[in-house]
């Protein structure tokens, strides 16, 4: 459980990724962290893994995590909103009680395959106007799938620096040292 979206799992698997890979994930979760409301903005974020290069791969690797993050938005059925307004610890209550009644483990199913399709939708679009899918279940090769993630991943990047262009002249040039700041390091 994560009640207050911290993301331990994720710095945990960040930091033994860099220093016993010394691989890099470059990761924004600003939109998973939890609003005044006691909601996040989205379900999952796309992060980029840069590989060390080594003497039998002297470029290089680029691979990507598609991160997804059981959290509430607000956009989930009635089924997942019903039992959350029952129980305000979900979707993130004590995992000492391993026992789900039937409530429990619908609204914990059903908000895993919202959070799944919320995160592929774009790719169904794209897949269902393709040749290799049918209207319900679309396939994709493994090329599919990492140009998909390439895409989201530059579509994610293009929105943050849109987000940086629309903020006040002051606070983007305080984001722009705070980057400056990171990449030295």
Known sequence: ??????????ATLIRFSRID???EIDIDIDQL???PEGTSQAHWA?????YPRTNDHPE???GYLLYLK???TGDEDAVIKEYRHRNPDFPHQTTADQ???EGQFEAYRALGQHIAEQA????KGKAAAGSKATRSRPQMSYDDLGTWLTELWNTRQQGKQDSVKDQPASRSASTSRRRTKKSSD
């Open 1 to 10: 459980a994560d009640p207050e979206l911290h993301f331990n799992g994720l």
């Open 21 to 23: 890979l010394r691989t």
């Open 33 to 35: 962290r939890l609003t």
């Open 46 to 50: 796309i992060g980029r893994i840069t």
């Open 60 to 62: 290089e690797e680029v």
């Open 70 to 72: 059981s959290s509430y």
């Open 99 to 101: 026992f789900f009644d």
């Open 120 to 123: 592929l939708k774009e790719f």
